[in-house]
């Protein structure tokens, strides 16, 4: 079985550049080093396994690879390909699938051959783009926001937060919309449609009234474009009355899908805001429109950091900066509360929902599609990583399918949904979860000590072996240990005991 935590994590392999044309390969005539390093990077650890071939060269090689490294010695390659040998290879009970029939899905009945979708963005805003992007494994594009405004780009217009491994967590951007003509966007659908016919194009449009929203449609339809994406949502609008100043007002949503529905016949999908507090006025709004489905969630207004010295915020252009639209992994977790909320809700059944943010690795796409996504789009990790990730997203889920024994990806969708509250009143608390240290992982850091003193309830203390005790009258069962441990050697336990009544 897939394990929830991998037994290889982006720890193991941090300073890992995940290099295009990776030396590593060179210097290694059995194996494809970082083809395996990068799906170890995207947790398709067990598809990686199953790659090796029969005999283990690492065992006695000098390991040529890492010396070939961009960071020559410091990223273990043998050590990582002997762990997959011998730690994940034994534990593949399901061989990767050999066909990708499980894939396909559909948009709005337009059939899919698999649910990853480039979101309407730099990634998806030239032909050559787009049709790299298709000869990778893509099954679509939603292109870059197609509109009739005149667009000039600030530069710089990226900024991000970082982890602490360096890599990008978070991503601020002040992109705008296309700044190709609408005539040059559509010879481009045509071409596209043109050279790649089973592929899915989605074409984005801004309108600045009906008129404008009616005619984008039209011309959208007649180029070639499967379905249509009305961008109620894009933060970093210069004019008023724009983008996500439309998909904070439900009566201009309805107005405007209902105006481009009137120049098509091809579906329409409103992409929301998350600038709101509820999602669901906009969504309904649209479905009142005409809308066959919604997709969210785009970028989040945000401020990243502001220099200590000269005082402006990121990124900084001529000394001024601006609120821009923040993504990657970071924001998942708001994109998954968000796409929940739309699928729970009865009045849109029947809408496809295309999900979005945040999305890096099979796994956190897999999150969307439990709680109800039908399509699924990626920009932040492509900007990042590049279209290649597409193989690790495709085989990760594949094999996933497999072991479950779903037939079609179809099946997986919105089944996280029942056991999801928008509250916390329907929880259960009449028992206690205790928290269990694994001894021969734990290292005695005192980690676990000292968060639960500090933001816990003081259940835990180091012996004189500095090994933790725990004492099960002050625990609670909050598992702030089991998250803070650095080693992974705290975990739940598997039973559960009577709460302590409440003291007066």
């Known amino acids: 079985m897939i394990p929830l935590e991998p037994r290889i994590s982006r720890a193991d392999m941090i300073r890992c550049a995940l290099c295009s044309d990776a030396p590593c390969d060179s210097a290694c005539p059995k194996l494809d080093p970082s083809g395996l390093l990068r799906s170890l990077w995207f947790r ?183 379905a249509v994406e009305l961008n109620f949502s894009c933060p970093n609008m210069a004019e008023g009355g724009l983008g996500s100043d439309i998909g904070q007002v439900p009566e201009l949503v309805e107005r405007f899908t209902a105006a481009a529905k009137r120049g098509c016949t091809i579906p329409v999908l409103a992409k929301l805001t998350p600038n709101v507090d509820r999602m669901s006025p906009a969504a309904e709004a649209a479905r009142r429109g005409g809308a066959d489905g919604l997709a969210a969630i785009n970028t989040i207004k945000s401020v990243v950091g502001v220099n200590p010295h000269t005082y402006v915020s990121a990124p900084a252009v001529h000394g001024q900066s601006a609120f821009g639209g923040y993504s990657g992994n970071a924001v998942k977790p708001i994109a998954l509360r968000f796409v929940a909320e739309l699928a729970q809700n009865p009045n849109l059944k029947g809408l496809h929902l295309s999900a979005m943010g945040g999305v890096e690795t099979w796994q956190d796409a897999l999150e969307f599609i439990l709680l109800g996504g039908g399509s699924i789009q990626v920009t932040t990790a492509i900007m990042q990583y590049g279209y290649r990730i597409i193989d690790d997203l495709k085989t990760g889920l594949n094999l996933y399918l497999a072991e479950k024994g779903f037939d079609s990806v179809r099946q997986a969708v919105g089944l996280g949904l029942d056991s999801l509250s928008s509250t916390t009143d329907s929880l259960e608390r009449d028992t206690i979860l205790y928290p269990q240290f694994v001894r021969d992982r734990c290292i005695g850091c005192g980690r676990c000590e000292i968060s639960c003193a500090d933001g816990g309830h003081q259940a835990i203390r180091l012996d004189r072996n500095r090994r933790p005790k725990l004492d099960g009258g002050k625990c609670v069962g909050c598992h702030l240990c089991v998250l803070i441990c650095p080693q992974k050697a705290i975990v739940p336990s598997k039973k559960r005991v009577a709460a302590k009544a409440p003291t007066a």
Request: charged content about 20%; aromatic content about 8%; hydrophobic content about 40%.
């Open 44 to 226: 398709a650890e067990q598809a990686a396994a199953q790659r090796l071939p029969k005999e283990n060269p690492c065992l006695t090689c000098g390991a040529p690879c890492e010396r070939a490294c961009v960071r020559a010695g410091e990223v273990p390659i043998r050590d990582l390909m002997n762990r997959l040998y011998y730690q994940v290879l034994p534990e593949c009970e399901t061989s990767v699938p050999q066909d990708e029939s499980r894939l396909a899905c559909d948009l709005c009945g337009i059939p899919l051959e698999n649910p990853f979708l480039l979101s309407s963005s730099v990634v998806a805003s030239t032909y050559d783009m787009c049709a790299r992007a298709f000869e990778a494994g893509w099954a679509g594009a939603c292109f870059k926001t197609i509109c009739n405004l005149d667009i000039h780009e600030a530069s710089p217009r990226f900024s991000a937060v970082l982890g602490d491994n360096g890599s990008i967590a978070g991503f601020k951007n002040i992109e705008q919309l296309s700044d190709h003509s609408t005539a040059e966007n559509m010879a481009i659908f045509r071409k596209l449609k043109a050279n790649y016919p089973h592929k899915f194009i989605l074409a984005s449009i801004m309108g600045q009234n009906e008129e404008e929203w009616t005619e984008l449609a039209r011309m959208c339809q007649e180029a070639g474009a499967d």
